[in-house]
C-alpha cells in the first residue's frame, strides 16, 4: 500500500538534514509522526521514527547521568555554531543575549543573575547561530565546566562593561583567569608563533553599554591596554545599530559557508542552506545529502 504522504511532510523532513543537536532531532521527528498519516502503508516509516527517538532519549538520558562538573553543563553544540559569552559581573552579558535573540534571560543590576549555562538563538538572514550566557568569572569564580564550555566553542564574546570603574583592569583580570585554565584570547583563534600549548580561542572583545555617558572615557585606556592584534568593539543592547554590526562580526568571524541544494528539474531551494565551516569539501556536502550519496559519488 503507498505511503501518500502529504507535501507538508517534505518540508518537515528537510529540517532533519542540518539538525545537530538530539533535542532538535527529536522535535521534528515527533512533528513528522504527527503529520503522518495513520495507516498500513506508513507502518514501517513510522516505526523507523519511533526507534530512532527512542535511541536519542536513551543517548541524553546517559548524558545527563554524568557527574555535575561533566556534562551536565554541557550544551550541544547546534545550528550554524556555538558561541559562548564571558565577562566579569554586571557586564551586560544577558541585556545583549536578549537583544540579539527572542530569548529572555533574567536581566538585572546586581551580579550574578546568571547562575547556568542559558542557550538561544539568534536568527542572521537564513541562518540560526547558538549563543550561550554564561555566569560571570570573577577572581573567586570560575568553574571547571566553564572554562570546557569555553574551550568546545567555536567563538567567545568578551564583555566588558565600560561604563564600569575600570574596565581595562576587569578585563586584564578575566584574561589571567582564562590563563589559568590555559585559555588564551586570540583574534583569529590561532596560537603565536613557537607557543605549541593552551586553547587558543577565536574571540571579539566588545566594550558593551557604550549608550552610557561614562563609557567614552574609558575608550582612549580601553584601546591601549590591548596586546597586539586585539581590537575593541564597541556596542550596546539599546543601539540597534551597534547590535547589527556584532551579528554580521559574529558571522564573518565563525567562517560560515552556505550551500544550497537543488533537485534536479526544480528551482534551488534558498531557505534552508546546508551550513559547513569555510574549507569544507564536496565530499562533506554529500555526506549531509546522504551517507549513500557520499559512498557511490564519483565526480561532480
Same mark, same amino acid.
Given at each position: 500500500?503507498p505511503?501518500?504522504?502529504?507535501?507538508?511532510y517534505f518540508?518537515?523532513?528537510?529540517?532533519?538534514?542540518?539538525?545537530?543537536?538530539?533535542?532538535?532531532?527529536?522535535a521534528?521527528?515527533?512533528?513528522l509522526?504527527?503529520?503522518?498519516?495513520?495507516?498500513k502503508g506508513?507502518?514501517?516509516?513510522q @516505526?523507523?521514527?519511533?526507534?530512532?527517538?527512542?535511541?536519542?532519549?536513551?543517548? @541524553?538520558h546517559?548524558?545527563?547521568?554524568v557527574?555535575r562538573?561533566g556534562?551536565?553543563?554541557?550544551?550541544?553544540?547546534?545550528? @550554524?555554531?556555538q558561541?559562548?559569552?564571558?565577562g566579569?559581573?554586571?557586564?551586560?552579558?544577558?541585556?545583549l543575549?536578549?537583544?540579539?535573540?527572542?530569548?529572555d534571560?533574567?536581566?538585572?543590576?546586581?551580579?550574578?543573575?546568571t547562575h547556568?549555562p542559558?542557550p538561544a538563538m539568534?536568527?542572521?538572514?537564513n541562518i540560526?547561530?547558538?549563543?550561550?550566557?554564561?555566569?560571570?568569572?570573577?577572581?573567586d569564580?570560575?568553574?571547571?565546566?566553564?572554562?570546557?564550555?569555553?574551550?568546545n566553542?567555536?567563538?567567545?564574546?568578551?564583555?566588558?562593561?565600560?561604563?564600569?570603574?575600570?574596565?581595562?583592569?576587569d578585563?586584564?583580570?578575566l584574561?589571567?583567569?582564562?590563563?589559568?585554565r590555559?585559555i588564551?584570547?586570540?583574534?583569529?583563534?590561532?596560537?603565536?608563533?613557537?607557543?605549541e600549548?593552551?586553547f587558543?580561542?577565536k574571540?571579539?572583545?566588545?566594550g558593551?553599554?557604550?549608550?552610557?555617558?561614562?563609557?567614552?572615557?574609558?575608550?582612549?585606556?580601553?584601546?591601549?591596554?590591548?596586546?597586539s592584534g586585539?581590537?575593541l568593539?564597541?556596542v550596546?543592547?539599546?543601539?540597534e545599530?551597534?547590535?547589527?554590526?556584532?551579528?554580521?562580526l559574529i558571522?564573518?568571524?565563525?567562517e560560515?559557508?552556505?550551500?544550497y541544494?537543488k533537485t534536479?528539474g526544480?528551482?534551488?531551494?534558498?531557505?534552508?542552506?546546508?551550513i559547513?565551516?569555510?574549507?569544507?569539501?564536496?565530499?562533506?556536502?554529500?555526506k @549531509?545529502?546522504?551517507?549513500?550519496?557520499?559512498?557511490?559519488l564519483?565526480?561532480?
Amino acid at each position: 500500500m503507498p505511503a501518500n504522504l502529504p507535501p507538508q511532510y517534505f518540508d518537515v523532513e528537510k529540517k532533519l538534514k542540518t539538525a545537530k543537536s538530539a533535542d532538535e532531532k527529536i522535535a521534528i521527528m515527533e512533528e513528522l509522526l504527527s503529520i503522518i498519516p495513520k495507516h498500513k502503508g506508513t507502518e514501517k516509516l513510522q @516505526a523507523l521514527y519511533k526507534t530512532k527517538i527512542a535511541k536519542l532519549k536513551t543517548q @541524553a538520558h546517559k548524558k545527563i547521568g554524568v557527574s555535575r562538573q561533566g556534562d551536565l553543563y554541557h550544551i550541544e553544540k547546534a545550528e @550554524a555554531g556555538q558561541v559562548v559569552l564571558i565577562g566579569p559581573p554586571n557586564s551586560g552579558k544577558s541585556s545583549l543575549v536578549k537583544a540579539l535573540t527572542n530569548a529572555d534571560p533574567e536581566v538585572a543590576d546586581y551580579p550574578f543573575t546568571t547562575h547556568t549555562p542559558s542557550p538561544a538563538m539568534m536568527r542572521y538572514e537564513n541562518i540560526q547561530i547558538q549563543l550561550i550566557d554564561t555566569p560571570p568569572v570573577t577572581q573567586d569564580y570560575f568553574e571547571y565546566w566553564q572554562a570546557e564550555m569555553i574551550k568546545n566553542s567555536d567563538l567567545v564574546l568578551v564583555v566588558i562593561d565600560l561604563a564600569g570603574s575600570d574596565p581595562a583592569l576587569d578585563f586584564f583580570a578575566l584574561k589571567e583567569k582564562l590563563q589559568e585554565r590555559r585559555i588564551f584570547l586570540s583574534p583569529s583563534g590561532q596560537a603565536p608563533p613557537n607557543v605549541e600549548y593552551g586553547f587558543f580561542k577565536k574571540t571579539i572583545i566588545l566594550g558593551n553599554k557604550t549608550d552610557q555617558p561614562a563609557s567614552q572615557e574609558a575608550i582612549p585606556d580601553f584601546h591601549s591596554a590591548l596586546s597586539s592584534g586585539e581590537e575593541l568593539i564597541l556596542v550596546s543592547s539599546l543601539m540597534e545599530e551597534s547590535l547589527a554590526k556584532l551579528k554580521q562580526l559574529i558571522f564573518d568571524k565563525l567562517e560560515i559557508l552556505r550551500v544550497y541544494s537543488k533537485t534536479p528539474g526544480k528551482k534551488p531551494s534558498l531557505d534552508e542552506p546546508f551550513i559547513f565551516q569555510r574549507g569544507s569539501t564536496l565530499k562533506d556536502m554529500a555526506k @549531509a545529502v546522504h551517507r549513500d550519496f557520499a559512498k557511490n559519488l564519483k565526480f561532480a
